[in-house]
C-alpha cells in the first residue's frame, strides 16, 4: 500500500507516547471543564440527592491514586524497554517504543490523573455552579470504568512486556508488512533498475540535503514533479541506506528548475525505521540472534527462534509478480533475495558456526528454503548454505560434530 508523507507523519505521531498522553490529557480537561454544561439535560431530583461532598472523596482518591500508578507504570516500562534493549538488539528498544496498548493505558491513568486533580481545583475554587455534582460523578464514573479496562490490559500486557518471546514477536510481526509490501510492488511501484543499466551522459545528479538514514520516499510526489518538467530519475539509494549530505540519490535526465521540489520527496533522519525499509525488521532479527550468541548472554536457543522465525518470513513470500510500474519515470532498486539472505543469515552464519545446534538448524532451514516458489530465494539459500557448511568446518573443532553437519548436506 502507498502511503503519502502526511499520513506517515499521522502515523508516526499515532504511534508516539507524548502525543497519546498529551490527547488523553486534552481530554480529560474538556471533561472537567465542559461537564457542568450538560447538566440541563439530567433530572432535578438528582441534584437534591448528590452534592459535592459526595464526589470530592472519590477525587481525593483517584487524583493520589493514579499519580502513583502513572509514575510505577513509567518506571516498569522503562525497566522493560531497557531489559529488551540489553537482551535483544538497541533497534527493539525503538520498536518497543511504537507500542500502542502500553501508550494508551499510560494515557489513560495520566488521563484520569488530570481530570480528577482539575476538578478538585475547580469544586475548592467554586468556580463550579451548585448543581455540577451530579455531572462531575457521572463522568467520574465513567473516568473508573475506563481505569479499570486499562489496569486489566495492562496486567496482561506486562505478563510479557520486555521478554524475549515479546520482544521477537513484535520484531517478526513489524517485519512482515515492509517486506511483502516491497515484493509486491518492486522498486517502490517505479521501474526496477536494471544490474548492467548505464548512467545517461546528460543526467545529473540530485543531490540529498542532509545526511541521515533515508527514511521515507514520497513517489507519488516526485514522480508528479518529474511529470510536470517531463523528466526521470535513476535511484541509486534505497529506504535504510544511510547517505551524506551532498552525496547524490539518484540521476535526473531532464531540465528541472525547482530541483528543491525533488529533495522535499525524501525523508531523513538519525535512525533507521520501517515504513519503506522491506531489510530492516530482517536485519533487527539477525541482531537479535547474534547478541544471543555471544558470550555474556551465551542463548542459542534464541538463535535458534529467530533462524525458525526468518524462514517463515522468507518462505511465505510471494515471488515478486512483473507489472505495469505505477511511477514509470521513476527507476529505483529492487529488493533481492541475495539481499535478504545477506540480511538474515550471513552475519548468523558468522557468529554461530562454532554452535553445532545453530548452524545445523541454518543447514536445515536453508535446505528447506531451496524449495522456495520464489526461484532467486532458492537459489541464494543454495548459495548462503554452502556458505555456512565451509563456515561450519572451519569453527567446529569436534570431528563428530563436523561429520553430522556433513550427513544433513
Known amino acids: 500500500m502507498m502511503i503519502s508523507k502526511t499520513l506517515l507523519l499521522l502515523r508516526r ?3 508516539n507516547l507524548v502525543a497519546r498522553v498529551v490527547f488523553g490529557a486534552v ?9 457542568p454544561l450538560f447538566e440541563p439535560l ?5 441534584e437534591i440527592k448528590i452534592g459535592p461532598d459526595a ?3 472519590i477525587l481525593n482518591i483517584l487524583a493520589t491514586t493514579m499519580l502513583t500508578v502513572t509514575t510505577f507504570s513509567l518506571s516498569v516500562m522503562v525497566q522493560a524497554y531497557q531489559a529488551a534493549a540489553s537482551q535483544a538488539t538497541p533497534r527493539a528498544y525503538r520498536l518497543h517504543l511504537s507500542d500502542t496498548t502500553t501508550h494508551t493505558v499510560l494515557a489513560v491513568f495520566t488521563g484520569a490523573f488530570l481530570y480528577s486533580l482539575t476538578a478538585l481545583v475547580m469544586f475548592r475554587a467554586g ?3 451548585d448543581n455540577a455534582a451530579v455531572m462531575i460523578l457521572g463522568v467520574t464514573v465513567l473516568v473508573i470504568v475506563a481505569i479499570i479496562v486499562s489496569i486489566l490490559r495492562w496486567i496482561e500486557h506486562l505478563s510479557t512486556l520486555g521478554s524475549m518471546d515479546d520482544t521477537l514477536q513484535m520484531v517478526d510481526r513489524q517485519a512482515r508488512d515492509p517486506l511483502y509490501n516491497a515484493l509486491r510492488r518492486p522498486a517502490l511501484g517505479g521501474l526496477p533498475v536494471a544490474p548492467d543499466a548505464e548512467i545517461p551522459e546528460a543526467a545529473w545528479p540530485l543531490p540529498a540535503p542532509s545526511s541521515g538514514y533515508l527514511q521515507f520516499i514520497n513517489m507519488e510526489a516526485l514522480h508528479d514533479a518529474l511529470t510536470k518538467a517531463d523528466a526521470s530519475i535513476t535511484l541509486i539509494v534505497s529506504p535504510g541506506a544511510h547517505v551524506l549530505k551532498g552525496a547524490p540519490l539518484g540521476w535526473v535526465l531532464g531540465d528541472i528548475e525547482e530541483r528543491t521540489a525533488l529533495s522535499n520527496c525524501f525523508t531523513f533522519g538519525e535512525i533507521r525505521t520501517a515504513e519503506q525499509d522491506a531489510r530492516f525488521g530482517v536485519v533487527v532479527l539477525n541482531e537479535t540472534a547474534v547478541r544471543a550468541l555471544s558470550p555474556g548472554i551465551n542463548d542459542p536457543g534464541t538463535a535458534v527462534d529467530v533462524v525458525h522465525r526468518l524462514a517463515r518470513l522468507f518462505s511465505e513470500a510471494e515471488p515478486p509478480k512483473a507489472q505495469p510500474p505505477q511511477f514509470p519515470r521513476i527507476e529505483a532498486p529492487a529488493l533481492t533475495a541475495t539481499q ?3 540480511d538474515g543469515f550471513e552475519p548468523l552464519i558468522r557468529a554461530g558456526a562454532g554452535h553445532p545446534e545453530v548452524i545445523g538448524t541454518v543447514l536445515d532451514t536453508l ?6 516458489e520464489w526461484r532467486d530465494l532458492a537459489q541464494a539459500a543454495r548459495r548462503t548454505r554452502a556458505y555456512a557448511l565451509h563456515h561450519a568446518q572451519e569453527s567446529i573443532e569436534v570431528k563428530e560434530d ?3 553437519l556433513a550427513r544433513r548436506v
Do not use: C, G, N, Q
Request: charged share 25%; glycine share 0%.
Open 340 to 342: 535478504l539472505m545477506e
Open 402 to 404: 563436523r561429520d553430522a
Open 367 to 372: 535446505a528447506k528454503l531451496e524449495h522456495a
Open 13 to 15: 505521531v499515532a504511534r
Open 42 to 46: 439530567l433530572p432535578d431530583e438528582w
Open 127 to 129: 468556580l463550579y455552579p
Open 27 to 35: 481530554l480529560a480537561f474538556a471533561m472537567a471543564f465542559l461537564s
Open 55 to 57: 464526589v470530592i472523596p
